[in-house]
């Protein structure tokens, strides 16, 4: 009998992938394209591509692009270790067991409460995403919604996709987010904003995707544990999730609801923080640093206890940083060799095409390609906007539905191994990329089948 094929792991993966890039840096040439900056954003001359001396990159390269890429991802990694730290100390209070141990309670007892708790989550980190690209600050939320979902009887899958998916298909078809739909408007020169009601249309169906997409997940996973991919990792979980005393769990005491106050508090003034002052990593560290200090002050831990809570938080995600370096470093090979914009020239004749609906659809893939190399929706609207925006006029493609492709290469996002915020995710819940990949298929096809239909209808509708 054979054996069956096993995937290889994360990290070799990464690597295989980082080698990939390397060797492509020896077959193709190398290019540029001119930039000018207009209101403080660099943009791209569409017309001024031309080839430069390429800088192929060797095996010293592909040996420092690791050590380069925990650089360049400093303040994400940074972000992480110190997030971890700050949940192990919210964790060491036995604040957020209680909370898990609530809702479990709340699930068995009411149907309410089974029926409503996917679909309000997803909704409300879909929200998140869409308004105020909501991103990176998903990844605290994954150590809260796996515990709670193997409570409730799914599995880790579920935990990681109520925040994560959520707010990534949220910013994929994002109404309000500034960091894509702002920027890519503003380059293209279209009304910022504008569009607003077609859009509420795509989130809306995007979002009602997801859920029914998970609650039926959900529901196979609750009725037979064994289907999950996540099953022997999740049974390790549960063990120490100590489910068998939730029958006898009294309800939180007053310093346990004290300490999630503080926590609500700290998600309060992150969303306002984000929203109304711009801030970004490094803000949204130093408050999830400021939570812990305050989380062990309030939930009466030892100054040694703290420490310790911290320390082996940030000890744990040590792996989940150095994936995230290596994610990192792919970008760093392709952009050191000068091949990124090679790559996006050589993609642009393909978008031509007989008719607009199917230069639309065009679009959409090749911004999905150039999210496997670039997944800051900012850096990728000033990369291919410039570029789009007048192709789209010539293809007979308006603006806002080019706007709109580009928007929908984020669907992608969950499952490309480059995304740093993927592969960081997946360690954190000890998921092997293969095995999330393998489980996302079909949720891929649907927001494929999704973005192409809408795509199609904005070209009918000549939106």
């Keep these: 009998m054979l054996k069956k094929l096993r995937l290889p792991n994360t990290f070799v993966l990464l690597f295989s992938l980082l080698a990939l890039i390397a060797l492509a840096t020896w077959l193709v040439p190398g290019g540029k394209y001119d930039t000018h900056v207009v209101n403080g954003k660099t ?3 569409p017309s001024t591509f031309h080839y430069v001396t390429s800088n192929p990159q060797g095996a010293v390269a592909l040996m420092m692009a690791p050590v380069k890429g ?9 972000f992480v270790l110190i997030v971890g730290g700050a949940f192990a100390v919210l964790q060491k209070t036995e604040a957020i067991d209680a909370m898990i141990k609530s809702v ?3 699930h068995t007892h009411s149907s309410l409460v089974r029926a409503g708790i996917i679909p309000l989550f997803v909704t409300l980190f879909s929200l998140g995403g ?11 939320f994954v150590m809260i919604f796996i515990p709670l979902a193997l409570a409730l009887g799914y599995d880790s899958v579920v935990g990681v996709s109520i925040p994560f998916i959520g707010s990534q298909v949220g910013f994929a078809a994002a109404f309000l987010n500034p960091f894509n739909v702002g920027i890519a408007q503003g380059i293209a020169g279209v009304p910022l904003f504008s569009g607003i009601g077609f859009r509420l249309v795509a989130w809306l169906l995007a979002t009602v995707v997801t859920i029914a997409f998970l609650s039926w997940y959900a529901a196979r996973i609750k009725k037979n544990p064994m289907l999950s991919p996540t099953f022997g990792i999740d049974e390790e979980k549960r063990k120490n999730l100590k489910i068998d005393e939730f029958t006898s769990f009294t309800g939180m005491t007053t310093t346990h609801k004290a300490v999630l106050c503080m926590f609500l508090f700290t998600l309060i003034t992150m969303v306002v923080g984000v929203v109304k002052y711009n801030w970004y990593i490094e803000e949204i560290a130093a408050l999830f640093l400021v939570m812990a ?5 309030v939930g009466k831990l030892s100054a040694d206890s703290f420490v310790e809570a911290f320390m082996q938080g940030a000890k744990d995600l040590v792996t989940t940083a150095l994936v995230i370096a290596l994610a990192r470093g792919t970008m760093i090979l392709a952009r050191d060799a000068n091949i990124i914009d090679t790559m996006l020239n050589f993609l642009m004749p393909f978008v031509q095409s007989s008719h607009p609906i199917f230069a639309a659809h065009k679009m959409f893939v090749i911004q999905s390609v150039i999210n496997f190399f670039i997944h800051s929706g900012s850096g990728q609207a000033a990369l291919t906007m410039p570029i789009m925006a007048p192709l789209a006029d010539l293809v007979g493609v308006t603006r806002q539905t080019a706007i709109l492709a580009f928007q929908f290469g984020e669907f992608t996002t969950p499952m490309i191994p480059t995304s740093g915020i993927t592969v960081g995710v997946l360690a954190l819940a ?3 990329w293969a095995t999330w990949a393998k489980w996302m298929i079909p949720l891929q096809l649907l927001y494929f089948v999704l973005a192409l239909a809408l795509l199609a209808l904005s070209c009918v509708i000549d939106w």
Excluded at 293 to 297: A, D, P, Q, T
């Design 43 to 45: 943009l791209i001359d």
């Design 70 to 78: 925990f650089v360049e991802a400093a303040l994400i990694i940074g």
């Design 104 to 106: 479990a309670r709340a």
């Design 130 to 140: 869409a308004t105020f690209g909501m991103a990176e600050e998903a990844i605290p």
């Design 293 to 297: 200090i305050l989380v062990g002050v």
């Design 430 to 432: 000890r998921i092997p």
